[in-house]
């Protein structure tokens, strides 16, 4: 076969097949272009909705997944529709192909686990930068996240990296708002209204201290005498304060309710132990020798 047959293929070849290459990669930077913008306004509409710098970072992270996943699909179905205008078979591509996948699917499993546990939390915005949680049996505050890995510390200053597919159970403690659960046990000699109303006199004093006001929601909700414990009862009530700061407020309570319950002679007890020497038969109880040594 001459040069000038080969080039009457070559020319039929380009004005037939060649244009349908040129066509489609044109097809694909559009399709690209869209997906890009997509989303974009994805992003945008969702992040009109919710004015809150974390929840914005939350949706552009899957923004630039979702523009990730677009963009792979379509140049591999680009790549597929030229290799078959090259006249290359693309069946046995496709099934190499998923032997490969399969065998990379079975020896990663705990890495596409974490994927889209990590896609899910995300997208259901259950934890933010800056919440405390308690996940996989570890606490603390959440350092970073993304989708394979969610990066903890906690009180200690220990680091914890937990995979997000070992997440069942998320505890967000700094969820919108906190709360402090106080468990306040006071003698049973005492006036339980008498207890209730201080409660709510030293939570006044805080809502009103400047350094406290702008931390604390609402006024304390007391929920009532909760118990009649061995040496003391027990009086329940919670605060509820802006997120994390529920512990600054809950400790400070504290101090200022025991200096208080000092101020008006309300007794904070002790355990109590009461001896009982038993009685025979005759109903007589033994003696009880005791002996005072000076020091």
Known sequence: MDINTYLQKLISWSLTNGLQIVFTLILTLVALKAAKMLSIRLITVVIRKK???????????????????????????????????????????LAAAGIVGLAVGFGAQSLVKDVISGFFILLEDQIRVGDVVQIAGKGGLVEKINLKTTILRDLAGNV???????????????????????????????????????????????????????????????????????????????????????WRVGREFNRRLKKRFDERDIEIPFPHVTLYMGQDKQGQAPPLHVVKESK
């Open 51 to 93: 004015e809150d710098p974390e929840f914005q970072k939350r949706t552009q992270t899957l923004g630039s997944i979702l523009k990730y996943v677009l963009s792979i699909v379509i140049i591999i179905m680009a790549s597929m529709m030229v290799l078959k205008k090259f006249g290359i078979e693309i069946g046995p591509i």
């Open 160 to 246: 914890h990296y937990v995979p997000n597919g070992q997440i069942d159970v998320v505890t967000n403690m700094t969820k919108d708002y906190s709360r402090y659960v106080f468990d306040i046990g006071v003698a049973y000699r005492e006036d339980v209204d008498e207890v209730i109303e201080v409660i709510k006199e030293v939570d006044e004093e805080m809502r009103n201290d400047p350094a406290y006001k702008d931390d604390i929601l609402e006024p304390i909700e007391i929920l009532g005498l909760d118990q009649f414990a061995d040496s003391a009862i027990i009086i329940r009530a919670r605060t509820t304060t802006i997120p994390i700061k529920q």
